[in-house]
T-cell receptor, first 115, second 112 residues
Framework: SQTIHQWPATLVQPVGSPLSLECTVE??????LYWYRQAAGRGLQLLFY??????ISSEVPQNLSASRPQDRQFILSSKKLLLSDSGFYLC??????????????FGSGTQLSVL | KQEVTQIPAALSVPEGENLVLNCSFT??????LQWFRQDPGKGLTSLLL?????REQTSGRLNASLDKSSGRSTLYIAASQPGDSATYLC???????????FGSGTQLTVLP
């Protein structure tokens, strides 16, 4: 069976510090990978998605970047965090089949507080 | 650009009541519509997925319907229980990049 791991669960960082959130998927190959952010009281916003190694698409211009160094590894980074980067970050994967029953499976999330 | 709206933003009902959550979307060219549940501080749990060619899906006490032409979906919860208390999110899978666009959710509280 497939599993998705996301860490850390919570993170408190000062403004201006770097960020690295990691997500890995097990039990599947060549998945589509996604990073979402959920700000307090708001819906989930797609930040980045990837259809393959080294292929990253950005949906929202911002202070963040993403990388996919391995097939099942997706990393969200920042060189200098801003207060507005605070939020709940979720990693997700799908099979990337393009079929109408394609589901997204989510990790347990990272609560990031920038102080 | 796809936009998803959920009404109401919050709902409080007594235990045992049947309830309906609403979701609307602006672009009817979708692959599927998914309903998720989110508990506070947790990730998302998939509840139901309705393919674009389907009208409804059922799982236990949950029934989701889809009217693609009008851009609407409803999630019906029968005989609500306190354990159903959570935020329910509607999301539409659409676009050439096959992206999932979320509504802002309905926060449901079922009172014992």
């Amino acid at each position: 069976s497939q599993t998705i791991h996301q860490w850390p669960a919570t993170l408190v960082q000062p403004v201006g510090s770097p960020l690295s959130l990691e997500c890995t998927v097990e039990g599947t190959s060549n998945p589509n990978l996604y990073w979402y952010r959920q700000a307090a009281g708001r819906g989930l916003q797609l930040l980045f998605y990837s259809v393959g190694i080294g292929q990253i698409s950005s949906e929202v211009p911002q202070n963040l970047s993403a990388s996919r160094p391995q097939d099942r590894q997706f990393i969200l980074s920042s060189k200098k965090l801003l207060l507005s980067d605070s939020g709940f970050y979720l990693c997700a994967w799908s099979r990337g089949t393009g079929s109408t029953n394609e589901k997204l499976f989510f990790g347990s999330g990272t609560q990031l507080s920038v102080l | 650009k796809q936009e998803v709206t959920q009404i109401p933003a919050a709902l409080s009902v007594p235990e045992g009541e049947n309830l309906v959550l609403n979701c609307s979307f602006t672009d009817s060219a979708i692959y599927n519509l998914q309903w998720f549940r989110q508990d506070p501080g947790k990730g998302l749990t998939s509840l139901l997925l309705i393919q674009s060619s389907q009208r409804e899906q059922t799982s236990g006490r949950l029934n989701a319907s889809l009217d693609k032409s009008s851009g609407r979906s409803t999630l019906y919860i029968a005989a609500s229980q306190p354990g159903d208390s959570a935020t329910y999110l509607c999301a539409v899978f659409s676009g050439s990049a096959r992206q999932l666009t979320f509504g802002s959710g309905t926060q449901l509280t079922v009172l014992p």
